[in-house]
T-cell receptor
Framework: AQSVTQLDSQVPVFEEAPVELRCNYSSSVSVYLFWYVQYPNQGLQLLLK??????LVESINGFEAEFNKSQTSFHLRKPSVHISDTAEYFCAVSETRNNFNKFYFGSGTKLNVKP | DTEVTQTPKHLVMGMTNKKSLKCEQH?????MYWYKQKAKKPPELMFV???????INESVPSRFSPECPNSSLLNLHLHALQPEDSALYLC????????????FGPGTRLTVL
């Protein structure tokens, strides 16, 4: 089974500063990679995904992530954060087994953007 | 319609009550999922329905009973719950069981007194 590691449980950062949220997973055999964002008392919203093709994927609100197969990583970056980016971010890996895709979530990283 | 809806948003119940959570999607997805999320933790998979049939039960206690009456609707029946079952219950769907992307609903916040 997969394991997904988000080493940083909390990341404090000042507004307009760059940020990187790290995600590593255990195996790169037939995996798909996702970042979800969760605002307080809400469900999960898909931020971006890597299914195939270009290893650099971008979201509409300025986040990007790069699939690095050799390092089994999918780190999330934003060059300049806003207060509204304060939320919990979950990295997820989807692995196909027996014609079924199972999600493995990391433990989450709380991004706290300060003014 | 490109979203997963869940009702109710909040639910408070006693340990002897029977209640149900409802999840609905009209995207033509044929796989639906229930997750449980405790505070400050990632979601944990509970059940998977594939083409309206229960495919995966992640050793969930029998006080949780899922039901998939049709391809758009997923229920979670609750009976004799414990306070430690208090959590955010998330529903998700995907186009097919073998396809990667899952779409999540907003969740039902359950409190068991």
């Amino acid at each position: 089974a997969q394991s997904v590691t988000q080493l940083d449980s909390q990341v404090p950062v000042f507004e307009e500063a760059p940020v990187e949220l790290r995600c590593n997973y255990s195996s790169s055999v037939s995996v798909y990679l996702f970042w979800y964002v969760q605002y307080p008392n809400q469900g999960l919203q898909l931020l971006l995904k890597y299914l195939s093709g270009s290893t650099l994927v971008e979201s509409i609100n300025g986040f990007e992530a790069e699939f690095n197969k050799s390092q089994t990583s999918f780190h999330l970056r934003k060059p300049s954060v806003h207060i509204s980016d304060t939320a919990e971010y979950f990295c997820a890996v989807s692995e196909t087994r027996n014609n079924f895709n199972k999600f493995y979530f990391g433990s989450g990283t709380k991004l706290n953007v300060k003014p | 319609d490109t979203e997963v809806t869940q009702t109710p948003k909040h639910l408070v119940m006693g340990m002897t009550n029977k209640k149900s959570l409802k999840c609905e999607q009209h995207m033509g997805h044929r796989a639906m999922y229930w997750y449980k999320q405790k505070a400050k933790k990632p979601p944990e998979l509970m059940f998977v329905y594939s083409y309206e049939k229960l495919s995966i039960n992640e050793s969930v206690p029998s006080r949780f009973s899922p039901e998939c009456p049709n391809s758009s609707l997923l229920n979670l029946h609750l009976h004799a719950l414990q306070p430690e079952d208090s959590a955010l219950y998330l529903c998700a769907s995907s186009l097919a069981p073998g396809l990667a992307e899952q779409f999540f609903g907003p969740g039902t916040r359950l409190t068991v007194l």
